[in-house]
């Protein structure tokens, strides 16, 4: 086995010197020779690791962990392809991906569903939001790792899940054949009053441009007038996507040979990206909406109105991620993505937060984020028509709307442990419950704290769940009685806040209402219920109505809004 190991590794080692021999001789650069002696370090360390480690390892595995923590030391976003590309990748490219059509994530120690897709082979199936995944093709999932590895390394098209249903412990056993499941950039396009139109992009895929524009011209339709009277483009919770599909949105709206973003980085001067065709309307009045997981080409989108004063900005300041990254294909069929330049809107800003490079390796992200909130003084930008904007904290709105924020401490607590989750799980599958008479009311809240102070629920609120761990740990009979009076103290007081605060209540029933309705309505009667009730795109629509909108492009500070 030792010989064996010994050539494997000669060999390897002689192909890659071989290979670097011949460029140094050629360029017979430093650089390169430092690439040797780096190889070399590395061939070392496997062989020793092969060899002499305690355990087998299998290559493979040393290789991928290898490879994942010297781009883990690069930023967040570097990534290494070992399989296909990712769903998420095939979204981007294709606006689809071959799949079941849910989404979840660990809960209480459970892999749980928390989205199911409408028409998809996962709700056709029967899946709904809150079921736990048990087995997939009789393994026992553990983990997300577990999951991951039998799920997404899986090449049959048909799976067998073993799935406990939501507010059950009823085990069901499910085939379930994967489908192209398409997912729209635009999930939402909706006429208001006064001929004000919305469209909400989910984010930037090859087909964004196409469906929105679809969007556009079909709001146009719907009115009687001569054309819409002003546009919000919804960009909250959008991480971006495809840069050039962001570019054709922006060129719809700015005159023709307007900037519209540049990059700029190692291997390439700054790179300018023109409108370069007939804007569809350079007048219409556009609000933009964006919020802390508004990013990247979302960026772009708000950062190139705004500049160009074609858009008022409305919501929180944005993530801040001003970074370009590519796909490179590498040798075996394998991939990587790295970050190769900085986005810069059309004033000169760049959008990026946090520097990752490694001058900034003993910073940690809030001093980074800290030091950037202190740059407004320093670094100011002006827009087309001289209005102040600053660089390096993402895009700072026009006017600052808080949305539906949480206050309390205690509704705080309640979620965090998705207690919220899993009574409105147990609650819509033990009641039939009809999406036409339905409301919420006080009698579902009460219903709610019952759960929530029941003890095996209770006890798992963080401050409580320390007092818990103490007293099962106690071995003073007395102490244990003080931690005991203490817990049942807390329990009545929670009880008290859960029903008498209103604050608090206001705050979890609204989040009951809308735990309820993602599973009673369908996919379009959720979002259209959504609207109806979301406080942003209210004060949007009276930014519109009221005249304050050309004071904001004007530079005219508003008193900002939070949601009470």
Do not use: W
């Not at 892999?111 to 029967?126: M, Q």
């Not at 995944?133 to 983990?143: F, H, K, L, P, R």
């Not at 963080?462 to 818990?468: G, V």
């Not at 009221?546 to 500070?557: P, R, T, V, W």
């Amino acid at each position: 086995m030792r010989k064996k190991i010994v050539l494997i590794y000669s060999i390897l080692f002689l192909s890659i010197n071989i290979h670097l021999t011949a460029n140094v001789a050629t360029a017979k650069s430093k650089q390169q020779l430092m690439i040797m002696d780096s190889f070399e370090i590395y061939g070392d360390v496997v062989k020793e690791i092969l060899i002499n480690y305690l355990e087998e390892i299998p290559i493979n595995t040393l290789l991928k962990n290898s490879l994942d923590g010297m781009l883990a030391g690069l930023d967040p976003y570097a990534e290494f392809f070992d399989e296909q590309p990712s769903n998420e990748l095939n979204v981007l490219s294709n606006g689809c991906y071959f799949g079941f059509g849910f989404s979840c994530k660990p809960i209480n120690g459970n892999l749980t569903l928390i989205n199911v897709r409408e028409n998809t082979p996962a709700s056709k199936a029967g899946l709904k939001i809150g079921d736990v995944i048990y087995a997939v093709d009789s393994t026992v999932i553990i983990n997300q790792t577990e999951f991951d590895n039998n799920f997404f390394n899986n090449k049959t098209s048909n799976i067998n899940f073993q799935i406990i249903n939501a507010g059950s412990n009823d085990t069901v056993s499910i085939n379930i054949s994967k489908d192209t499941i398409s997912v729209p950039a635009v999930s939402l396009t909706k006429l208001f009053d006064n001929d004000l139109g919305y469209i909400r992009i989910e984010q930037f895929t090859s087909k964004s441009f196409s469906e929105f524009s679809n969007a556009y011209f079909n709001l146009q339709k719907q009115i009687k007038s001569s054309k819409i009277n002003g546009l919000i483009i919804d960009l909250r919770g959008n991480g971006g996507g495809i840069l050039q599909e962001a570019i054709k949105i922006c060129k719809m709206f700015v005159p023709k040979g307007s900037t519209i973003v540049s990059t700029k980085g190692k291997n390439y001067s700054q790179q300018e990206f023109v409108s370069n065709s007939n804007p569809i309307d350079t007048t219409i009045p556009i609000i933009v909406l964006i919020n802390e997981s508004s990013a990247s080409a979302s960026e772009v989108v708000a950062g190139c109105l705004q500049d160009l004063d074609r858009a008022v900005i409305i919501g929180n300041t944005s993530f801040g991620k001003g970074l370009v990254q590519e796909i490179f294909p590498i040798s075996h069929s394998k991939a990587i993505k790295l970050t190769t330049a900085k986005y810069y809107t059309p004033s000169g800003r760049c959008i990026q937060k946090i520097n990752y490079s490694p001058k900034n390796d003993l910073k940690t992200q809030n001093d980074l984020i800290t030091e950037f909130d202190d740059l407004e003084n320093t670094h100011t930008f002006y827009t087309k028509n001289k209005r102040k904007v600053f660089e390096q904290n993402g895009i700072k709105p026009d006017y600052t709307v808080v949305g539906d924020t949480i206050s309390s401490v205690l509704a705080k607590s309640v979620l965090e442990n998705e207690l919220l989750f899993n009574f409105t799980n147990i609650y819509c599958a033990n009641l039939q419950i009809d999406k036409k008479d339905y409301f919420m009311d006080d009698n579902i809240y009460q219903h709610f704290v019952e759960y929530v102070t029941k003890k095996d629920n209770f006890i798992k609120i963080k401050n409580i769940a320390i007092l818990d761990s103490l007293r099962n740990n106690e071995k003073s009979e007395n102490f244990r009685n003080i931690l005991n009076d203490a817990i049942n103290n807390y329990k009545s007081e929670y009880r008290t806040i859960l029903m008498n605060d209103s604050i608090c209540k206001n705050e979890l029933s609204k989040r009951i209402d809308y735990s309820i309705k993602s599973r009673i309505l369908s996919d379009n009667e959720f979002f259209e219920d959504m609207l109806h009730n979301d406080f942003v795109i209210k004060e949007a629509l009276n930014i519109f109505s009221n005249g304050k909108y050309k004071d904001l492009l004007a530079g005219i500070s508003l008193t900002n809004k939070k949601n009470n």
